[in-house]
């Protein structure tokens, strides 16, 4: 069975400095893979998605992160954070062909401090 | 610009009570979905639907049921609400196609006391 896991509940970071937020994930077949970004009081954004071709894929707000299979991983990065970029952040997966379920992640809590 | 809205953003019951919690999209998605958000857990699906009148479990669907008779609204009604269904609630639609992208509403915070 598919599953998520988000290697850190809670990143710390000065602002200006990078992160890389840690997502793993298992399954036995081709997969769709999303990360999704929650302010606070807010619903979930889509950041960017993975679906097929170049494994370095670039979303909103200068996040980017790179699909590796044979690590089955999709790490977030971001070379310079903001204090806006405070917020949760959700790593999904979706199994191709196995209809519109969503998989996530318990979340990362990034904290952005001045 | 797309949109899914939740019928209210706070939500105070009480114990024993029927709660219905309201979900409309504009996209003229197929797929609507709830999820319940609690800390440390992420996110987790209660039920979906694929189409008007259909629906189907989720992972944890015990004290939950489902209402879809329109294809723009699929409503959350919690039977006789319990201090353990406390939480943040999320709503989400999905064109039925791949790669079924799911766009969320701003949530409903629940409190049963």
């Known amino acids: 069975a598919q599953s998520v896991t988000q290697l850190d509940s809670q990143v710390p970071v000065f602002e200006e400095a990078p992160v890389e937020l840690r997502c793993n994930y298992s399954s036995s077949v081709s997969v769709y893979l999303f990360w999704y970004v929650q302010y606070p009081n807010q619903g979930l954004q889509l950041l960017l998605k993975y679906l097929s071709g170049s494994t370095l894929v670039k979303g909103i707000n200068g996040f980017e992160a790179e699909f590796n299979k044979s690590q089955t991983s999709f790490h977030l990065r971001k070379p310079s954070v903001h204090i806006s970029d405070t917020a949760e952040y959700f790593c999904a997966v979706r199994e191709v062909g196995q209809g519109g379920k969503l998989i996530f992640g318990q979340g990362t809590e990034l904290s952005v401090k001045p | 610009d797309v949109k899914v809205t939740q019928s209210s953003r706070y939500l105070v019951k009480r114990t024993g009570e029927k709660v219905f919690l309201e979900c409309v999209q504009d996209m003229d998605h197929e797929n609507m979905f709830w999820y319940r958000q609690d800390p440390g857990l992420g996110l987790r699906l209660i039920y979906f639907?694929?189409?008007?009148?259909?629906?189907e479990k989720g992972d944890i669907p015990e004290g939950y049921s489902v209402s879809r008779e329109k294809k723009e609204r699929f409503s959350l009604i919690l039977e006789s609400a319990s201090t353990n269904q406390t939480s943040m609630y999320l709503c989400?639609?999905?064109?039925?196609?791949?790669?079924?992208?799911?766009?969320f509403g701003p949530g409903t915070r629940l409190t049963v006391t």
């Open positions: 989400a639609s999905s064109r039925g196609l791949e790669p079924y992208e799911q766009y």
């Open positions: 639907s694929y189409d008007v009148k259909m629906k």
